[in-house]
């Protein structure tokens, strides 16, 4: 059955174990948020924001994690999962999941060669947890991944050693089975920055990190459980958080040029973004630095990915960082319009800066990783059909669901090995791979084949609807690792496997 046909039932439960497929009862149709309740259409416009969140306050930098320790090369600190309030709409409290009681979580913020030792305590009642450095170079045992669960109440140290030329955006966020999509929209996600020993890009520029989250509110308040829409396309909030803030505010004197690094933590929603008449160019993805800076016009940042921005102010005025149309795919009504957001509003005085330098023409030295061994295809699907509660719906890589018990990959260090992530899906896919970073080397879609704009490190990419995506990687640290979709909804739905990494 093809999905978009299929738009007349709601996701009632999902299916524990090896099989994660959701179940779909009719008899759930009139509970769907947007559905038209005859059951001979769907509402042609989503339900209307409940609360009014404030905007224009000025962007808050993202509190930074302090370390305890004095010794010169090891950071130390302390992380804690725990429910907590915060006050998006004037006169209300959320119930939130915070780290630290902050959400976004505490910025990390370390050097390359650093070792870094976070003692993390789960305190959500009820619920496993583990910390996930998403993009990190850790080894398997301190990944945080699902097979590693730290139990409510309980505690553990992560421990692990940042080699040379690991300087990047990364991020932290959990990855318990079952429970990540709930987690990260409640509120659990934080910003990891490690830094260069030498920096090519001038200290002038600043560093200022973005960090978009998205936010949805009831009438009394309180963040919504998932709906069937929510499961089918992936959770997308009524608003898009800078920062934890509704378009904030940002000063700067005409003719500034500012370093931006620009995190998407949501659980589903793709950003296109532009900076209007503000230039644009492109310095750094999820692995670091370019090799040299590239101009655009536009940005898409998939769910999980990282982008590093240096923006030239020469205009005075407001100058806005804007969401512009982009086609995901959707099935079932409420499909969000996410064109002309507003997301950071920076203000250009009239009065001129000092002199700001321009970038380097070079920034680093990216190799290629070379030939194959190896070549391996994953293929994106999803299924429905009839079960015995009614229709089921799964997300599926290579026809299985996941199976925490199943390796679906043998691998060898240090092997490089081609990999073909092929979408048959209605959707995009923006495709994770924990443990190492990749390079993509071609896109193919419609017969047409296309290099990047740029050789980069990656470690998530965006597959669109009918399209494949060619990576070249290697794991240089054995163990399991986990690749999957990063739409989280479709991670917990089966789009997810298991790479045995092994000596």
Not at 399 to 423: C, H, P, Q, S, Y
Request: proline content about 7%; aromatic content about 6%; hydrophobic content about 40%.
């Amino acid at each position: 059955m093809h999905r978009r046909t299929f738009l007349t039932a709601s996701l009632a439960t999902l299916a524990t174990g090896g099989h994660a497929l959701a179940q779909m009862k009719m008899d759930d149709m009139n509970a769907m948020p947007g559905m038209d309740h005859s059951g001979h259409g769907m509402a042609t416009e989503p339900a209307k924001p409940a609360l009014v969140l404030k905007e224009g306050e000025a962007l808050r930098e993202v509190s930074r994690l302090a370390n305890q320790s004095d010794k010169a090369g090891l950071f130390r600190a302390k992380l804690t999962a725990a429910p907590a309030t915060a006050r998006f709409a004037e006169g209300v409290e959320t119930p939130v999941l915070a780290y630290n009681g902050m959400t976004p979580g505490p910025l990390i913020e370390v050097f390359e060669g650093d070792r870094v030792e976070i003692d993390f305590t789960n305190d959500i009642p009820g619920e496993d947890s583990t910390i996930h450095w998403h993009g990190m170079p850790v080894p398997a045992d301190q990944d945080g991944n699902p097979m590693d669960p730290v139990a409510s109440g309980a505690n553990r140290r992560y421990a692990f050693d940042l080699p040379a030329e690991s300087a990047a955006s990364y991020w932290f966020h959990p990855h318990p089975h079952g429970k990540t999509a709930e987690q990260v929209y409640r509120g659990l996600a934080g910003v990891f920055v490690v830094k260069p020993k030498a920096d090519p890009v001038p200290a002038v520029y600043g560093d200022t990190v973005l960090v978009f989250t998205d936010l949805r509110l009831g009438a009394d308040g309180t963040i919504p459980e998932n709906s069937m829409v929510d499961m089918m396309n992936g959770r997308v909030g009524d608003h898009v958080l800078v920062n934890g803030q509704k378009n904030p505010t940002l000063d700067v004197p005409l003719g500034a040029k500012r370093r931006f690094r620009l995190y998407n933590a949501t659980n589903a929603r793709f950003l296109k973004l532009s900076f209007g008449a503000a230039a644009m160019t492109v310095i750094g993805t999820d692995g670091g630095l370019l090799e040299a800076p590239v101009v655009v016009d536009d940005v898409l940042l998939a769910p999980a990915e990282r982008l590093e921005l240096v923006v030239s102010f020469d205009k005075p005025g407001a100058a806005r960082l804007e969401t512009l149309a982009y086609d995901r795919g959707w099935m079932g009504p409420g499909k969000p319009d996410d064109a002309g957001l507003a997301l950071l509003t920076v203000n250009v005085s009239e009065t001129a800066s000092e002199p700001m330098p321009p970038l380097p023409e070079k920034l680093r030295t990216i190799a290629a990783l070379g030939s194959p061994k190896i070549n391996r295809r994953f293929v994106f699907t999803e299924k429905m059909g009839m079960g015995a509660g009614g229709m089921e719906m799964g997300f599926f890589i290579n026809d299985v669901a996941f199976d925490m018990k199943r390796v679906d990959v043998a691998a060898k260090v240090g092997e490089v090995e081609l990999w073909e992530v092929i979408n048959k899906a209605d959707m995009d896919h923006p495709f994770h791979v924990h443990g190492t970073q990749f390079q993509v080397v071609e896109h193919e879609r419609d017969g047409k084949v296309t290099p990047p704009a740029y050789r980069a490190w990656k470690d998530t990419v965006n597959v669109a609807q009918g399209e494949t995506v060619r990576l070249l990687l290697k794991q240089d640290l054995p163990g399991q690792r986990m690749y999957h979709c990063h739409i989280l909804e479709h991670e917990q739905l089966g789009m997810m496997g298991i790479v045995d990494v092994t000596v």
